[in-house]
């Protein structure tokens, strides 16, 4: 099953720029994702600049934030004119932030911001990474949560592979299939079967669900359900074993980390195609890539 490029960017989304990973371990992004932010790390490598990486992301996605970390070290690479070149040539079209170490003055730190704010026109602010990772995890989600980085969604949702596959039973017949898309709260499949008719409303006892390997269960509700030309789209909610919205706690910490590591490696996939396409023919063939990955 072929995932539209279209439906991977849909959605506001932010790429932390050669992040310093003992500050802010990559672990924090599993849970900004709970949170509801889709965040991504953009490593520095030897086969693609950075430059190029931050191209093929500005080209691909409309709704982006990108925060710079300025304390990495990259030869040949200014930071301050790399990133007045990016706002300049942005525009209102994508929010840039700043992430640095803690200076050793106040005045320092003035002249830093006074540069990024005031001088280059920086819209997400220059934040100040503590040397305890603990209290940088808080600081970042006031930041995400002050620059509006979950955008319209309350939950992200991961669209889904042939890896992700359902089983249950309805009407004395068991039914099976691959998931469209998964969120903490919802789902969504393709009716499996003609016969599969579910009522609007009604709950299914017992969804069994294998996300790339991590085996779960759940009952669930139709809340949806979009005709097709041959079949239909159906959209559930998770209920819990008490009857209440969403998944049963422990199932619901499980889930997260899974999630999370199929929406990156979707977007992974994509992003890492297109730096492969931009080493052989340049950052102008995206506009021509395929709308499948």
């Given at each position: 099953?072929?995932?539209?490029?279209?439906?991977?960017?849909?959605?506001?989304?932010?790429?932390?720029?050669?992040?310093?990973?003992?500050?802010?371990?990559?672990?924090?992004?599993?849970?900004?994702?709970?949170?509801?932010?889709?965040?991504?790390?953009?490593?520095?490598?030897?086969?693609?600049?950075?430059?190029?990486?931050?191209?093929?992301?500005?080209?691909?996605?409309?709704?982006?934030i990108l925060f710079f970390n300025i304390d990495y070290s990259i030869p040949d690479l200014d930071w301050n004119t790399y990133i007045k070149s990016v706002v300049d040539s942005l525009g209102n079209r994508a929010s840039i932030g700043i992430l640095y170490t803690k200076r050793q003055?106040?005045?320092?730190?003035?002249?830093?911001?006074?540069?990024?704010?005031?001088?280059?026109?920086?819209?997400?602010?220059?934040?100040?990474?503590?040397?305890?990772?603990?209290?940088?995890?808080?600081?970042?989600?006031?930041?995400?949560?002050?620059?509006?980085?979950?955008?319209?969604?309350?939950?992200?949702?991961?669209?889904?592979?042939?890896?992700?596959?359902?089983?249950?039973?309805?009407?004395?017949?068991?039914?099976?299939?691959?998931?469209?898309?998964?969120?903490?709260?919802?789902?969504?499949?393709?009716?499996?079967?003609?016969?599969?008719?579910?009522?609007?409303?009604?709950?299914?006892?017992?969804?069994?669900?294998?996300?790339?390997?991590?085996?779960?269960?759940?009952?669930?509700?139709?809340?949806?359900?979009?005709?097709?030309?041959?079949?239909?789209?159906?959209?559930?909610?998770?209920?819990?074993?008490?009857?209440?919205?969403?998944?049963?706690?422990?199932?619901?910490?499980?889930?997260?980390?899974?999630?999370?590591?199929?929406?990156?490696?979707?977007?992974?996939?994509?992003?890492?195609?297109?730096?492969?396409?931009?080493?052989?023919?340049?950052?102008?063939?995206?506009?021509?890539?395929?709308?499948?990955?």
């Amino acid at each position: 099953m072929g995932i539209s490029v279209k439906e991977i960017v849909t959605g506001r989304k932010t790429f932390f720029i050669t992040p310093d990973t003992s500050l802010i371990p990559e672990s924090y992004l599993e849970d900004y994702f709970a949170l509801g932010y889709e965040c991504y790390f953009v490593e520095n490598d030897k086969r693609i600049k950075i430059e190029k990486k931050v191209d093929v992301i500005l080209s691909l996605f409309r709704d982006v934030i990108l925060f710079f970390n300025i304390d990495y070290s990259i030869p040949d690479l200014d930071w301050n004119t790399y990133i007045k070149s990016v706002v300049d040539s942005l525009g209102n079209r994508a929010s840039i932030g700043i992430l640095y170490t803690k200076r050793q003055s106040k005045e320092e730190k003035s002249r830093l911001e006074h540069r990024f704010l005031y001088d280059m026109g920086v819209q997400c602010g220059c934040i100040q990474l503590e040397y305890q990772k603990k209290q940088n995890f808080e600081l970042i989600e006031k930041i995400l949560y002050a620059n509006q980085a979950q955008g319209r969604r309350k939950n992200i949702r991961a669209l889904c592979t042939n890896a992700c596959t359902f089983t249950c039973n309805h009407s004395g017949m068991t039914f099976t299939g691959i998931l469209q898309d998964i969120s903490l709260s919802h789902f969504s499949i393709i009716s499996p079967d003609k016969r599969f008719t579910v009522q609007l409303y009604e709950k299914i006892s017992d969804f069994h669900f294998n996300i790339r390997g991590f085996m779960f269960r759940s009952d669930a509700v139709l809340i949806m359900e979009r005709p097709l030309e041959y079949q239909s789209l159906m959209v559930f909610a998770f209920v819990t074993s008490t009857g209440a919205n969403g998944l049963d706690q422990r199932i619901n910490q499980l889930l997260i980390p899974n999630i999370y590591k199929l929406m990156s490696a979707t977007c992974s996939n994509l992003l890492n195609q297109l730096y492969t396409r931009i080493e052989d023919h340049g950052v102008g063939e995206l506009e021509e890539f395929d709308d499948n990955i």
